[in-house]
């Protein structure tokens, strides 16, 4: 922990505790405390060492009476309940900002590999199928080669508001890097999946995305999972990334199946 934030949260624990508790003084450390912060220094642990060595060295410095002393304990004890609840806001700022693509405002891949597990156990308790699907822009590098960064972005943007606008709440979308998104479709078969994934794949193609983009498409690849027996998160991304690439080969804007079934 940094020491600009000890010195300062040591400060704000002896006002609190020698100025009878009052209000002001954490409205102040509400503010001040977390600009001292950076994301690798926001542990329990830490903040609950900060806090007992501040408190046994501002105990040192006022000395009065066993039972004043506890007093000034108890407050102290409050004081750092309230700075905790305040640190652990900061924390879901911290993950929020950390796992959104800046540009489409979807999860990232590190929300997917932190998520998918999650909805994966959830798929095996309930004993319910859960789809991953794998998307690829086709000939994408023909936008940024010909239009540039700009456009390309912008097809980019377009194409997330759109799966945004198909999928269900419950539904997860991802950008996976570059031009490739992640789709997770719970409590879903490949039936109930071929929907919003073809309504995805035809409403691309018929779209004008960019005035002087023609024929933008997308390939997409998918895997599911039965609700039965193990499951790695890695190998079902891995499975809908090749029927993805067998997409391209078949001619591109289609969606296949994994485990040869492409639903054609």
């Not at 002001?24 to 830490?46: F, I, M, N, T």
């Not at 950390?98 to 998520?115: F, P």
């Not at 994934?197 to 960019?210: P, T």
């Amino acid at each position: 922990m940094s020491g600009e934030f000890y010195s300062t949260y040591r400060s704000y624990l002896e006002r609190y505790m020698f100025e009878g508790a009052t209000e002001g003084v954490l409205l102040e450390a509400y503010q001040d405390l977390p600009r001292c912060l950076d994301g690798s220094e926001v542990q329990a642990a830490s903040i609950l060492d900060v806090h007992t060595r501040a408190l046994r060295e501002v105990m040192g410095i006022k000395r009065d009476s066993d039972s004043v002393q506890w007093i000034y304990i108890a407050r102290a004890t409050e004081f750092l309940a309230q700075i905790l609840i305040v640190i652990d806001t900061f924390l879901l700022q911290l993950k929020e900002r950390v796992e959104r693509d800046h540009l489409t405002g979807l999860y990232n891949r590190l929300a997917l590999y932190r998520l998918l597990p999650r909805m994966l156990e959830e798929a095996q308790e309930q004993g319910k199928p859960i789809v991953v699907a794998m998307l690829d822009l086709d000939d994408f590098k023909r936008i940024n080669d010909q239009f540039g960064h700009q456009a390309g972005d912008e097809a980019l943007c377009f194409v997330a508001g759109l799966i945004k606008r198909i999928l269900r709440n419950d539904d997860l979308a991802v950008r996976f890097g570059g031009e490739e998104f992640v789709i997770v479709l719970p409590a879903t078969d490949f039936a109930k999946a071929r929907i919003p994934l073809e309504r995805i794949l035809s409403q691309i193609a018929a779209a004008k995305i960019l005035p002087d983009v023609d024929g933008l498409t997308v390939s997409i690849g998918v895997a599911g999972y039965a609700g039965r027996g193990s499951v790695d998160p890695d190998e079902l991304i891995r499975q809908a990334d090749e029927a993805m690439y067998r997409a391209k080969e078949l001619g591109k804007n289609r969606v296949v199946f994994a485990k040869g079934d492409d639903g054609e």
